[in-house]
């Protein structure tokens, strides 16, 4: 093979390339052989030990084979709610395997994954990189047949969705949603004009306007933007970086996919204006693997933005602002969204985070200052430069200025994206998406807080319910056991493993959890869970493990009452073993009655 | 260079410029228990043991560095009850049978256990299925009663600089591979060295066993964390 076209050889020899070759190989031989494996070590001079460690951390990276297609099926709540189990079975049927495995004749592998931001389009799944939504059993048995008969994923796509996803570098059939457009993101604006504003100020006066705005941090954690850009520029260093951070991966959120696919140029904009602050001439766009759809159209508006010169040598008819982007993909991984784990993935590690101090905009990437923001963070910065930070701050209140794209799914009519002002009560939210009579609403994802109707008035801003932007609305009808079930599962799939609380943490809270929700508890358990919770909380190194409890803790304080029925009645102490269950079969085989009759499971 | 001023628990001591809680501690003769820590390694803050508090807020001493004017909680109930939860927390995770096992009584989780006085674990057993690896000639990796530490993944090293420990898998199923290639070279004082880095009786030289006995063992006679606390009256 042509070195040129080894998917081992033709990367530099630089360990910061491992997951672009493991990338390139998994797409190749649809796994990553022991061969392989040595082949990489050798060429990157890495222990193979080291490379098999970056091969399994990352969900779409595999050492067996996954099958000549693969199929990933959202797992997260709202695909369960929209029929999922039902899908699966007829994938199941179907293929003639079950999840987890591949097809007898290697033509299908089934695997479940975790929210793959298409929760308004549910139940969706990504098919050799190719997304398919709103699926049905019917569905699935089509595509399954159509796989096996070789015809490749893209062309099963039946119809594309609207906007950007109907072109042909997208060719899609997934839809925007666009369900409400306020005035920062979706506003009337100019290409350029942000960009050519902020390079004819100093950086320092760009940082002054942006803190000025009072813009905070997207994501979720709220930290004011402009600071963390003055942080970084403050620092001395040969290089600085600046990367987005495109790894929305919090179950229910999908808006950053609507950035994305709609708004690229505002969003590159936004980082150009951000490298230009901290003096960086690098920006980084880590991508989530499950956008990668995405790429050809990304890359394509990368290099139109180069052809009119707001991108490259002297960006925007700048004097000096030299400045690019680059594209780095993830490859499954929800703990890449936490920023310093994030960086070690872009570097082509396991994206394991790191310890804090030192924060990222002094040590970052590559070991230099860096700053990491989120998508809408960008994308809303591009915006204040251009119409100026007065403007953006007689938006929303007086702590939380501006507007916020959520994601809205679960039990409404008009589940999409919705940009509203900070400040919008949950009752007006659920009235513009049809989501009245909602049982409950989850409001930041998981790691966020489950809210009861008593907490409807409550507003979507930084001082009251903080959000990165998922919204999953419950209906009446809904178990909010097997919403707090599938969210525990979730984080104990994506934790990284690295410290204590959270790898073992979470899955004994999810055993105290289930013993609850099988009605064998006391109300010494209730008492133990929340303990456990608020140990896993305080003693965890990063914001997984920090959040991973809220589930239960947000809902054991929405829903006390929930708890408390399924408690025990009188017992001081519920045993995990079901004795008069463990000894049925034996003593109907014995032929004889059971001495202790009470099951505990009646 | 000037020295930083800070209490634990209510105790001045002084630390040098970058040093860390757990490193400045002990130099004032204070114990702050750790168990991933190790003299030497960059700290990789995964047992947590050495949870402090600071205004309200818990951070890992071993990678935290001392700031002016920080006053350090080490010792109130709750936090020492949440250490003692996560010592035990790596009891039920893992396979730990102290009798049977090779490290017993120079064993770091086990001392800790003792000097938290921990009698049956508050969580269930998870009884993992955990593998052995047997497969280099010097070494044996019982992942039974692996912590995931790091040590040897930050302190062992081939002459190239590869590492010759990994972390493999995430989450509850990670595990740390030793590569075979690399162990092949090993020497027995590079042997040694895993062994002695390992806290727990994960890394073992093969075909050598006991060779103090149990009784005579660095913990057997005074809880670890002593040596730390000497210079303190009590």
Sequence with gaps: ?602 | MTEIRFTVDGRPCLAKPGQTIVEAAKANGVYIPVLCHYEGLKPAGSCRICTVRVAGRYMAACTQPVTEGMAVENTAPDLEDMRKSLIEMLFVEGNHFCPACEKSGNCELQALGYRYRMLAPRFPYLWPVRTVDAGTPLVLLDRNRCVQCLRCVRGVRAKDGRKIFASVRRGPRVAIEIDHKLAAKLTEEEARRAMDLCPVGAILRKETGFVRPIGRRKFDHTPIGADVEKGIGR
């Design chain 1, 1 to 602: 093979m042509p070195q040129a076209k080894d998917p081992v050889l033709r990367h530099p020899k630089d360990p910061s390339a491992l997951l672009d070759i493991i990338r390139d190989v998994q797409a190749a031989a649809g796994h990553v052989s022991d061969q392989d494996i040595g082949r990489i070590a050798a060429h990157l001079k890495l222990a193979e030990a080291e490379v098999r460690g970056a091969v399994t951390f990352y969900h779409f990276f595999s050492l067996t084979p996954r099958g000549r297609s693969a199929v990933y099926l959202n797992d997260s709540i709202t695909s369960r709610m929209a029929g999922r189990t039902a899908v699966a079975r007829a994938f199941e049927e179907e293929a003639g395997c079950r999840f987890g495995e591949v097809s007898a004749d290697g033509a299908i592998g089934l695997f479940p994954t975790s929210c793959i931001g298409m929760n308004d389009q549910e139940p969706s799944a990504i098919v050799d990189g190719v997304v398919f939504t709103a699926l049905t059993p019917d569905k699935a048995r089509a595509l399954v047949r159509g796989l096996r008969a070789g015809t490749p994923a893209r062309d099963l796509v039946a119809a594309r969705g609207d906007g950007a996803n109907q072109s042909d570098l997208v060719r899609s059939m997934v839809v925007n949603n666009i369900r409400r457009r306020g005035a920062v993101l979706f506003g009337a604006h100019e290409t350029g004009a942000a960009l050519r504003r902020a390079v004819s100020m100093t950086p320092k006066q760009v940082i002054d306007e942006v803190k000025r705005s009072g813009l905070l941090g997207r994501g979720g954690a709220g930290f004011p933007t402009g600071l963390k850009w003055e942080f970084c520029r403050r620092e001395k260093a040969a290089q600085r970086y600046v990367v987005c951070n495109g790894d929305e991966g919090e179950p229910g959120t999908f808006k950053d996919r609507v950035i994305l696919t709609e708004l690229p140029r505002l969003l590159f904009e936004g980082l150009a204006v951000a490298g230009y602050a901290v003096g960086a001439s690098t920006g980084i766009l880590y991508l989530r693997s499950e956008y990668a759809y995405l790429r050809d159209h990304l890359e394509e508006v990368l290099a139109g933005l180069r052809r009119d010169g707001l991108l490259g040598p002297k960006a925007a008819g700048s004097a000096s602002f030299d400045f690019d982007i680059v594209i780095k993909s993830g490859a499954g991984a929800y703990v890449c969204g936490e920023e310093s784990a994030l960086l070690e993935s872009a570097e082509g590690k396991r994206g394991e985070p790191r310890d804090r101090p030192p924060f990222p905009v002094s040590v970052g990437y590559r070991d230099m200052p860096t700053t990491v923001n989120n998508i809408e963070t960008l994308a809303t910065a591009a915006r204040i430069l251009e119409e100026g930070a007065a403007w953006f701050k007689a938006m929303g209140t007086v702590q939380s200025a501006g507007t916020k794209l959520l994601s809205v799914s679960g039990d409404c009519s008009r589940p999409g994206v919705y940009e509203v002002e900070y400040g919008l009560t949950l009752a007006d939210l659920l009235e513009m998406a049809g989501g009245t009579g909602a049982q409950a609403v989850q409001v930041g994802g998981p790691s966020g807080a489950c809210v009861a109707p008593a907490g409807f008035g409550r507003r979507i801003c930084f001082s009251d319910l903080a959000t990165g932007g998922s919204v999953i609305v419950f209906g009446p009808g809904r178990d909010l056991f097997e919403v707090v079930g599938n969210f525990l599962e979730f984080f104990i799939e994506e934790s990284c493993g690295w410290c204590v609380p959270c790898r073992a943490g979470n899955v004994l809270l999810r055993k105290k959890f289930e013993k609850i929700a099988r009605g064998l508890a006391s109300a010494e358990d209730l008492r133990e869970i929340e303990e456990w919770g608020r140990l896993i909380k305080s003693t965890s190194r990063c914001g997984l493990g920090q959040t991973s409890p809220n589930p239960v803790l947000t809902t054991l304080k929405s829903f006390p009452e929930l708890y408390q029925a399924r408690l025990r009645k009188g017992a001081a102490h519920g045993s995990e073993f079901d004795l008069a269950a463990a000894v049925r079969d034996g003593c109907a085989a014995a032929g004889r009655e059971p001495e202790c009759k009470e099951s505990l499971h009646d």
